[in-house]
Nanobody, 120 residues
Framework: QVQLVESGGGLVQAGGSLRLSCAAS????????MGWFRQAPGKERLFVAA????????YYANSVKGRFTISRDNVRNTVYLQMNSLKPEDTAAYYC?????????????WGQGTQVTVSS
């Protein structure tokens, strides 16, 4: 089992940037594919980005492609989400998650979330 703790959220103006971090502890970090998801108030949780165990493959939702970058450091047991050119519609609670299965499925371990608010 793995424990996940997100950080780095906050309030930013439209067009600004934030970098989210997710620190993992417990079972070997490099044995998990990692993903970021987000949930706006009253809406379902949506996929944002994912990265393979080695970091060699990434996958993005169309809504963030070209603006967000996911990366990981398997020495520091941390996954990052660099968010640039932020828009008000990016406002949500952001969650990191770990998958023992594939890059796009099987996410079963979740952090507590970090709030991102983008003002217009």
């Amino acid at each position: 089992q793995v424990q996940l703790v997100e950080s780095g959220g906050g309030l930013v103006q439209a067009g600004g940037s934030l970098r989210l971090s997710c620190a993992a502890s417990g079972r070997t970090f490099s044995s998990y594919a990692m993903g970021w998801f987000r949930q706006a108030p009253g809406k379902e949780r949506l996929f944002v980005a994912a990265i393979s165990r080695s970091g060699g493959s990434t996958y993005y939702a169309n809504s963030v492609k070209g603006r967000f970058t996911i990366s990981r450091d398997n020495v520091r047991n941390t996954v990052y989400l660099q968010m640039n050119s932020l828009k008000p519609e990016d406002t949500a609670a952001y969650y990191c998650s770990a998958s023992e299965a594939t890059l796009v499925s099987g996410y079963k371990y979740w952090g507590q979330g970090t709030q991102v608010t983008v003002s217009s």
